[in-house]
């Protein structure tokens, strides 16, 4: 599940009565709950680590650039998570990248993109499906420092 | 040339600048020797490594050796000789088999190579296009090279190097073909339906900045249709099957660096839309049906022109309007 996806579970439940909402996969669990105030408390457990915990919408963005690294895309065009349709991908979920490796290529125009880390760390989301189209400056993963 | 290749090509070329001036009978070894100093051993040294480099260097016991014609030579002494540019091809890095140009560029690039590098293949073991495609690079007939460039530019704007290049490399083959060349967007240069040159480019960039463009070029000289795989015979054609005559790749490559440079100065000063213009005029796909493949889908539509970018618009049946910045573009060219 991506942040995108959880950020649009929580804009569904702000406009419904419910009040508690848990979702458990085997590699996440997904706890939104509104309290006293009108605003709900997002709770975010994916792969055993604590993600995001904040009040609202507004407030998580702060706390997700505080604590995980956001690499985005330094131009428009296609995104490729491996070098080639059969070649593995350059990183999946739970990898632990180095200061400098690729997490993976865009292309515009037969111009491909490298994109390296620009931090050491974790990825614990990837935003973007393989062969998507993307804009400058849209988030393709996260990372934990 | 650079760093221990270019010293011993500098022997080297005084041996072939000997042979040369009797062209018309043998030299000695003995001969050489004692015109360059150097043992007969190392002259036998320089012959092997020229041999190498494609010279055909003939040895005759008791009489010694003679240069068998002047045809097509090609290395990094040949190129950097008589180049008249400012910027690219002032550093020439020459293999007489490299496994991929573009791999060695990019990784001279990384180690600070500067802007204007280039590198240059007689034949490639894992030449390669877009998504790890492989590009037919067999030795002694096609140009291969790969040029270093860091534009200031934001990255966004490095695409428009590709075309750039295209418009650059059609420029070149124009002198031969004047009539029957043009471009499939974003960069395939083409002779009627087949492709005669293949551009890959490669970036290096912080979110800002662009720290370095690998453009990779890939032109179909003298290779005849007999030697491209038989899956590659209805895509593939080269300068030799068009026009029945052998070109000299040195000329044509010394001709590229200055067509590209040429270029490249023009977008750095005036910007992109010099190359616009020139792109559209041999653009094949205004007008014409159009499937555009990506990963796992296809937009089909008719293409309505590229946009000051450098990016296709295909109109959909539904009249939505896309813009395309990457992808196979597959059209009926007839």
Known sequence: MSLKEIKELYRFLKNTDI????????????RLKRGVPQRPDVDVVQSGVRQVTSPGVEKEKVETKKNLHTVVSPMVGTFYRAPSPEAQPFVEMGSVV????????????????????EYGGKIVSILVDNGQPVEYGEPLFLLEP | MNGTQNRASAQCFRIIE??????????????????????????????????????????????????????????????????????????????????STNNIAYKLAKE?????????????????????????????????TSIILRPSIPPMDAPKL???????????????????????WPNDVLVGHKKISGIL??????????????????????????????????????????????ASRATLLKDLYFSLERWYKLFLESGFEPVRERWERYGLLDGKEVAVR???????????????????????????????VAGDVVADLG
């Not at chain 1, 009040?19 to 997904?30: A, G, N, R, S």
Request: with cysteine; net charge negative; glycine share 10%.
């Open chain 1, 19 to 30: 009040v508690e909402f848990e979702l458990e996969q085997p590699d996440l669990k997904v």
């Open chain 1, 98 to 117: 180095e200061k400098g490796q690729v997490l993976c290529i865009i292309e515009a125009m037969k111009l491909m993109n490298e994109v390296e880390s």
């Open chain 2, 18 to 99: 000997i042979l040369r001036d009797s062209s018309n009978g043998y030299v000695s070894g003995a001969v050489i020797s004692d015109k360059l100093g150097m043992s007969r051993t190392a002259v036998w040294k320089h012959i092997t490594s020229l041999r190498k480099m494609g010279y055909r260097i003939e040895a005759r016991h008791s009489r010694g050796y003679r240069l068998k014609g002047d045809d097509d030579l090609y290395n990094g002494y040949e190129i950097a000789g008589g180049l008249d540019t400012e910027i690219i091809g002032k550093d020439v890095h020459f293999y007489p088999l490299a496994g």
């Open chain 2, 112 to 144: 600070g190579a500067p802007e204007g590098t280039v590198v240059m293949a007689d034949g490639q073991t894992n030449g390669r296009g877009r998504l790890n495609r492989r590009w037919e690079s067999p030795p002694g007939v096609n140009i291969y």
């Open chain 2, 162 to 184: 590709t075309m750039l290049s295209s418009v650059a490399v059609l420029e070149v083959l124009r002198t031969f073909l004047p009539n029957s060349l043009f471009l499939k």
């Open chain 2, 201 to 246: 480019a490669e970036m290096d960039a912080e979110a800002d900045r662009v720290r370095f463009v690998i453009l990779g070029i890939g032109i179909n000289v003298n290779i005849e249709k007999e030697a491209f795989p038989s899956e590659l015979r209805p895509l593939a054609t080269s300068l030799i099957e068009e026009t029945g005559c052998r």
């Open chain 2, 294 to 324: 990506q990963f796992g889908t296809t937009i089909e539509g008719i293409a309505v022109g590229i946009d000051s970018d450098g990016a296709l618009f295909v109109r959909r049946s539904t009249g939505e309007v896309t813009r395309i």
